[in-house]
């Protein structure tokens, strides 16, 4: 499995953009669970983008104004998906998530054809790696913080055995499984990044 920040970053856009396919297809009834975990991992990706990854392309890539065009992105996505949550059930919800969905989708075209490329110019293999081990530790934190897995995720807490294991034992597999950040996880960080495991 890849670590570095690129990878890590590009396979949480595919697995948005697998949730958005999702809710789009949805029924009524399962909107609001998909749209709570759509705005855990959204929240997530762009704070851990925002206090990580931003930083290191305004310095090292010298692309500050980049940096902060990403940064509204993330604002105005937010704000589109808040308008798509209150409009759950009304006739006006397809619509609404159209325009979120194009907006997420101008600005990981942008991010993957511009900010990313320029990072990975920017800075050497070795900081890449680095960058994704923090990159990861924000973004597990945020997402744990958001509790949304409890409230509405797909695995809720204890139906599986790593709700069951120590933290020895998700540590050694999460060493199997290379997870990058892993000794400065929590218990309960380490089950995330483990059930994340596709
Ligand atoms: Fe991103
Ligand atoms: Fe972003």
Do not use: C, W
């Amino acid at each position: 499995m890849a670590t570095d920040a690129v990878s890590l970053i590009k396979n949480d856009h595919r697995r948005m953009e697998k949730l958005f396919a999702e809710l789009k297809a949805a029924g009524d009834g399962d909107r609001r669970a998909l749209v709570e975990e759509i705005h855990a991992r959204l929240s997530a990706h762009s704070r851990a983008e925002e206090t990580e990854v931003y930083p290191v392309l305004a310095k090292a890539a010298g692309e500050e104004d980049e940096a902060e065009h990403g940064t509204h992105e993330h604002r105005e996505a937010e704000h589109k998906l808040r308008k798509v949550r209150n409009l759950i059930g009304s006739p006006h919800f397809g619509q609404a998530l159209d325009e979120f969905v194009a907006a997420v989708a101008h600005h990981v075209q942008e991010e993957e054809s511009e900010l990313l490329p320029a990072i990975e110019k920017g800075v050497g293999k070795k900081d890449l790696e680095r960058l994704g081990a923090a990159f990861e530790l924000i973004r597990l934190e945020e997402l744990n913080a958001s509790g949304y897995d409890q409230a509405a995720g797909s695995i809720p807490p204890g139906t599986d055995d790593l709700a069951e294991s120590t933290r020895d034992e998700l540590y050694r597999k999460a060493q199997k499984a290379d997870i990058p950040g892993r000794s400065h996880m929590n218990k309960n960080e380490l089950i995330e990044a483990l059930r994340e495991q596709d």
